[in-house]
C-alpha cells in the first residue's frame, strides 16, 4: 500500500488480486446478499483508492483493509431497517458437493461430510453478528486476535472473547449433531 501511495499503480493491482477473494467472502457471508455484496466489495476498494494518499501504516494491510470493509458494513447494517441477517447460500464459495467430493470417492463419506458441512454452515449462520464476524475475520483472512480488534474497534480481550464463544457454539453444535446421529443410528 505505501508503494501504491507513492504512485506506483501496478502495486495495487497486487493487493487488489492478493485480497479479492478473501475480502468479498466477508462481506456476502456477513450481508448475506450476493447482489449486496459485490457493491459493498467495490465500494471497500474505492474507499482504498481514495484513501491512497493519506494512507499511514498503523497495522498490516490486512487489517486496515477488513477495518475498511467492517465499517462499510456497518453502515450498510444502519441504511437498513431491522438490520441485515448473514446468510451462508455460498454462491461465491465452494459448493457442499465440492467440499464433500474433497474427502473421498465414497458415496457414504461423501454423504456424511455434505452433512456436516451443512450443518457447520447453519451453526455459523445462527451466531451472534460479532461473533460471526470475528471468526470470519480470523478464517477468511487468517487474523490474529490482534488484528480483529483493530478491524472490529474492540479492545483484544472483546474480539478474544467473541472468537472463543463462536468457537464453542460451533463446536457444541457439531457434538449435537454426531450425538443426534449416534443416537437416531445406534452407532
Known amino acids: 500500500m505505501e508503494r501504491y501511495r507513492d ?3 501496478a502495486a495495487f493491482d ?3 488480486g492478493r485480497h479479492k477473494g478473501g475480502v468479498f467472502r466477508y462481506l456476502a457471508r456477513q450481508c448475506g446478499n450476493h447482489g449486496v455484496a459485490e457493491e459493498l466489495f467495490q465500494e471497500v476498494w474505492m474507499n482504498v483508492i481514495r484513501a491512497r494518499a493519506s494512507y499511514t501504516v498503523q497495522a498490516k494491510f490486512t487489517t486496515y483493509l477488513y477495518r475498511v470493509a467492517h465499517n462499510r458494513l456497518i453502515d450498510h447494517y444502519r441504511a437498513q431497517p431491522g438490520g441485515v441477517l448473514a446468510s451462508f447460500d455460498a454462491e461465491d464459495g465452494p459448493s457442499l458437493d465440492n467440499v464433500a467430493a474433497a474427502r473421498g470417492a465414497d458415496p457414504a463419506v461423501s454423504a456424511d461430510a455434505r452433512q456436516q458441512a451443512g450443518r ?4 455459523i449462520d445462527e451466531l451472534p453478528a460479532v461473533q ?3 471468526f470470519l475475520l ?3 483472512s487468517d487474523m490474529s486476535i490482534e488484528e480483529i480488534a ?3 474497534g474492540v479492545s483484544r480481550e472483546t474480539a ?14 457439531m457434538q449435537h449433531q454426531d ?3 449416534e443416537r437416531t443410528t445406534g452407532q
Open 7 to 9: 504512485g506506483d499503480a
Open 14 to 16: 497486487v493487493l487488489y
Open 120 to 123: 457447520l454452515l447453519e451453526l
Open 132 to 134: 460471526r464476524e470475528a
Open 138 to 140: 480470523q478464517q477468511e
Open 150 to 152: 483493530q478491524a472490529t
Open 160 to 173: 478474544k472473547s467473541r472468537l472463543r464463544y463462536a468457537i464453542a457454539k460451533l463446536r457444541e453444535g
Open 179 to 181: 450425538r443426534e446421529y
